[in-house]
């Protein structure tokens, strides 16, 4: 039975490697599932009209083999907007798989597709079929600065807390907003998309929490807190420029139902323990 939620799928073309025949592994059972339709990447450089007007129908699912991101590239290439994103070596790397070199792909490599497809189209029918979770949002933010030649950097006073990889978390009751400092976006530059983890995914402090793309690097956003991923911000997906522009209020990435605060906020800072840190950094940064 097909799912309600339909993709756009642009895959990885790499079928020299065993990463790129999982992801068309993952495109194939994308639209067999869902009724989605599929871009073929090599047509698409020569004849573009008809995959351009699919890729404004549905939203679109792209799918990496490797690192170097062709699928992704050719996306920004064609000024395509995504709205999720598959890299097949990180999430073989996430699930404990090492993929070989054989390129008919074995019950390894069509189990990680299938297991990524089950779990994007559970998330799209919990969407759906669930009601809405209400988000927290902090109060009104105010500021301590920190000034460096041109430079200014933000950092919340009150009701945040942070480490030392320039993560925050703003707690409220049993539930985490998380996000990037002002120090760390600036040192990322212009954030180009980010990946969150789906919603009911258990994450452990320090583990892995999706990754944020930017002209200068990739991040891997490490957890400042356990627990369950019960809310992304969805508007990243389409304006990710938001953790550029506001990295502690429109731009927080997820919320997590928090597993046990008081045993993380041991590996935590507030403001007056972090605030050495990012003058430190920023100077660091700073010098020639």
Not at 264 to 278: G, N, Q, W
Request: overall charge negative.
């Amino acid at each position: 039975m097909k799912q309600s939620q339909q993709y756009t799928v642009l895959p990885c073309n790499g079928l020299d490697k065993a990463a790129g025949c999982v992801a068309r592994e993952v495109a194939l059972e994308v639209a067999e599932q869902s009724g989605s339709e599929i871009i073929c990447p090599v047509l698409y450089r020569v004849s573009d009209t008809r995959y351009t007007r699919l890729a404004g129908e549905h939203p679109l699912l792209v799918v990496d083999g490797c690192p170097t991101r062709c699928a992704s590239k050719l996306a920004a290439e064609k000024g395509l907007k995504v709205a999720r994103k598959f890299l097949i070596t990180e999430e073989a790397k996430n699930n404990g798989i090492v993929l070989g070199n054989d390129l008919r792909l074995d019950e390894t490599g069509i189990g990680l597709a299938r297991t990524l497809v089950a779990a994007l189209l559970k998330a799209d029918k919990a969407v759906v079929g669930s009601p809405r979770v209400e988000t927290i949002s902090p109060a009104q933010v105010e500021y301590d600065l920190y000034e460096k030649d041109k430079f200014i950097f933000r950092l919340p006073k009150t009701g945040f807390f942070f480490t030392e990889n320039d993560c925050w978390v703003h707690v409220d009751g049993n539930r985490g907003r998380v996000g990037v400092t002002d120090f760390l976006q600036q040192s990322l530059s212009d954030v180009t998309f980010c990946t969150p983890p789906i919603v009911g995914a258990k994450i452990e402090q320090f583990g892995e929490l999706g990754t944020i793309e930017a002209s200068k690097a990739v991040f891997e956003i490490p957890s400042p807190v356990t627990g369950t991923v019960v809310a992304v911000n969805e508007a990243l997906a389409t304006t990710p420029e938001l953790i550029n522009q506001q990295p502690y209020e429109k731009g927080w990435i997820v919320e997590l139902e928090l597993t046990d605060f008081e045993k993380d906020r041991e590996f935590l800072l507030d403001v007056s323990a972090y605030f050495p840190i990012l003058k430190r950094k920023v100077d660091e940064f700073h010098v020639k």
